[in-house]
């Protein structure tokens, strides 16, 4: 997964699969994401 900080949210996508396109996720819906990450509750 790529990160990138963009001046209009957080821009997320697959690096392995690049031409499958991004997200763009608002700072405060990824900082959310990856509390749920960090607290395991999501199936990844």
Known sequence: ???ADL???V???DS???EA???VL???T???LMDQIKAGELNL
Request: glycine content about 20%; cysteine-free; overall charge negative.
């Open 16 to 18: 392995k699969a690049p």
């Open 26 to 28: 608002a700072p405060e």
């Open 30 to 32: 990824f900082a959310g």
């Open 11 to 13: 821009g997320l996508r």
């Open 1 to 3: 997964m790529e990160l």
């Open 7 to 9: 001046e209009v949210g």
């Open 21 to 23: 396109g991004h997200l």
